[in-house]
T-cell receptor
Framework: GDSVTQMEGPVTLSEEAFLTINCTYTATGYPSLFWYVQYPGEGLQLLLKATKADDKGSNKGFEATYRKETTSFHLEKGSVQVSDSAVYFCALRGTGGGNKLTFGTGTQLKVEL | DTAVSQTPKYLVTQMGNDKSIKCEQNLGHDTMYWYKQDSKKFLKIMFSYNNKELIINETVPNRFSPKSPDKAHLNLHINSLELGDSAVYFC???????????FGQGTRLTVV
């Protein structure tokens, strides 16, 4: 079945540091890929998405590129802020029935001054 | 004008009780879901409904029963609550032709 593997946290960075959170996936066919963010005490918000190979999703300074050859969708940001502290989830929607999203385990990011 | 709203936000109850969580979406989506998030933040799908029909039923105890009276609502009823049911439950919706899902704020269930 479909699965998503993302790097374990927590990740602690200083403000303005470069962020990479690794995500790899296993799926049949051509899944759509997503990054969701969960701020403390809140629900999940879509951060960015990519629906086909070589697409780059971007939002709020975050980027991720759909790499089919390496089955990866790594999240990057050039300069993190304290307000980026949250849990980040990589997810995929496979081409099978049900339209369900399969999530990775989440990576907690803490940004310090 | 919240897109996906669920009530209540917090629910504290004793073991053995029966409780319900309600979810409504005003996005016109045709698919709705329930996800469970455990204490380690892991998210697992429980159920999915498309146009009021159950299409995904993962390995969930039959004490959990979803009900979808119409496309905009998906409620979750839980019988005989157990300590292990304590978690945050998220409702979500999507449109089959649009791939992302929109999530509610979550219901934190605590069984004591």
């Amino acid at each position: 079945g479909d699965s998503v593997t993302q790097m374990e946290g927590p990740v602690t960075l200083s403000e303005e540091a470069f962020l990479t959170i690794n995500c790899t996936y296993t799926a049949t066919g051509y899944p759509s890929l997503f990054w969701y963010v969960q701020y403390p005490g809140e629900g999940l918000q879509l951060l960015l998405k990519a629906t086909k190979a070589d697409d780059k999703g971007s939002n709020k300074g975050f980027e991720a590129t759909y790499r089919k050859e390496t089955t990866s969708f790594h999240l990057e940001k050039g300069s993190v802020q304290v307000s980026d502290s949250a849990v980040y989830f990589c997810a995929l929607r496979g081409t099978g029935g049900g339209n369900k999203l399969t999530f990775g385990t989440g990576t907690q990011l803490k940004v310090e001054l | 004008d919240t897109a996906v709203s669920q009530t209540p936000k917090y629910l504290v109850t004793q073991m053995g009780n029966d409780k319900s969580i309600k979810c409504e979406q005003n996005l016109g989506h045709d698919t709705m879901y329930w996800y469970k998030q455990d204490s380690k933040k892991f998210l697992k799908i429980m159920f999915s409904y498309n146009n009021k029909e159950l299409i995904i039923n993962e390995t969930v105890p039959n004490r959990f029963s979803p009900k979808s009276p119409d496309k905009a609502h998906l409620n979750l009823h839980i019988n005989s609550l157990e300590l292990g049911d304590s978690a945050v439950y998220f409702c979500a919706s999507s449109q089959a032709t649009i791939s992302e899902a929109f999530f509610g704020q979550g219901t934190r269930l605590t069984v004591v």
